[in-house]
């Protein structure tokens, strides 16, 4: 599956981004997939993750209740509602397609989206 991120920016802190990622194949609906985020000097790390048919989540303590992971398996597509948003959010965030749950580190997915910059200013 070939992934394509997109959505990202430039917002205020306490702001809102919405980042989308298309996904081409016919599987789409059999991929785990995820959002990772990395930031300058720093490792990149798992967001939250959404099963199959979007029934669980996963998100990093960091993100709990300010972003929400959801998937539309029609559209081949999975999102990520980024609320709140504060300055250590500034990353390069990727999404992710693995065939297990629950997977948080890097080496678990297979196929990776280019990345898409958010840049959170004060």
């Known amino acids: 599956v070939q992934l394509q991120a997109s959505g990202g920016g430039s917002v205020r802190a306490g702001g809102s981004l919405r980042l989308s990622c298309a996904a081409s194949?016919?599987?789409?609906?059999?991929?785990?997939m995820a959002w990772f985020r990395q930031a300058p000097g720093k490792e990149r790390e798992i967001a939250a993750a959404?099963?199959?048919?979007?029934?669980?989540?996963y998100y990093a303590d960091s993100v709990k209740g300010r972003f929400t992971i959801s998937r539309d398996n029609a559209m081949n597509t999975v999102y990520l509602q980024m609320n709140s948003l504060k300055l250590e959010d500034t990353a390069v965030y990727y999404c992710?397609?693995?065939?297990?749950?629950?997977?948080?580190?890097?080496?678990?997915?297979?196929?990776w989206g280019q990345g898409t910059q958010v840049t959170v200013s004060s």
């Open positions: 959404i099963t199959l048919t979007g029934t669980s989540t």
């Open positions: 992710a397609a693995t065939s297990n749950w629950l997977r948080r580190g890097v080496s678990d997915y297979d196929y």
């Open positions: 194949g016919r599987r789409f609906a059999s991929y785990v």
